[in-house]
């Protein structure tokens, strides 16, 4: 089956650094995406990798592990307006996004 | 314009109720979807226009009624929804249909009660 997994829940401190990470297993790989979901908001799109590595972009980073099905969100010098929704989503043999459930990342002072 | 526009963003019905979401995009984004979304759930692909035609449907019940009148234009109707119908309504837009890593640019949502 196709399957992503990804913490429900993760809490950090203001101006640290957080890693979000993201298994994945699913029939073909495309590559992967993060989105970002603020509360009652539309998700808006963060990165895209399909090569191995990370790939930097200001204060967030993405990287993949192809080999490992394996991804993580890394996100730096952390504001309270990150206080948000990560999903993860793979794209799949057929180019169908299979979606994690989404991290909810809450960030205190 | 970089934005897809839902109305109405928030909705109550009954369950005997017709009414209608809407969607429209001004990128010339070629591809339109719905999502469902419950709390805490990620988004649930429902519908998939490619060119103005539905190419994919992802076995969502017939109580659910889509139209696409034209490239910026993606309508949903509803009509003697369920209960459990009950959730957040995400319209997205891509540049071109399914095929590529397509960047999906969301609407803000439509949240629908059904009561």
């Known amino acids: 089956g196709q399957n992503i997994d990804q913490p429900t829940e993760m809490t950090a401190t203001e101006g640290a650094i957080v890693q979000i990470n993201c298994t994945y297993q699913t029939s073909g790989f495309n590559g992967l995406f993060w989105y970002q979901q603020h509360a009652g908001e539309a998700p808006t799109f963060l990165s895209y990798n399909v090569l191995d590595g990370l790939e930097e972009k200001g204060r967030f980073s993405s990287f993949l592990s192809r080999s490992k099905g394996y991804s993580y969100l890394l996100l730096k010098e952390l504001q309270m307006k990150d206080s948000a929704s990560y999903l993860c989503?793979?794209?799949?043999?057929?180019?169908?996004?299979?979606w994690g459930a989404g991290t909810k990342l809450i960030i205190k002072p | 314009d970089t934005e897809v526009t839902q109305t109405p963003k928030h909705l109550v019905m009954g369950m005997t109720n017709k009414k209608s979401l809407k969607c429209e995009q001004h990128m010339g984004h070629r591809a339109m979807y719905w999502y469902k979304q419950k709390a805490k759930k990620p988004p649930e692909l429902m519908f998939v226009y490619s060119y103005e035609k539905l190419s994919i449907n992802e076995s969502v019940p017939s109580r659910f009624s889509p139209e696409c009148p034209n490239s910026s234009l993606l309508n949903l109707h509803l009509h003697a929804l369920q209960p459990e119908d009950s959730a957040l309504y995400l319209c997205?837009?891509?540049?071109?249909?399914?095929?590529?890593?397509?960047?999906?640019?969301f609407g803000a949502g439509s949240r629908l009660t059904v009561l």
């Open positions: 989503a793979s794209l799949d043999s057929n180019y169908q996004l299979i």
């Open positions: 997205a837009s891509s540049q071109e249909p399914s095929g590529g890593a397509n960047v999906l640019t």
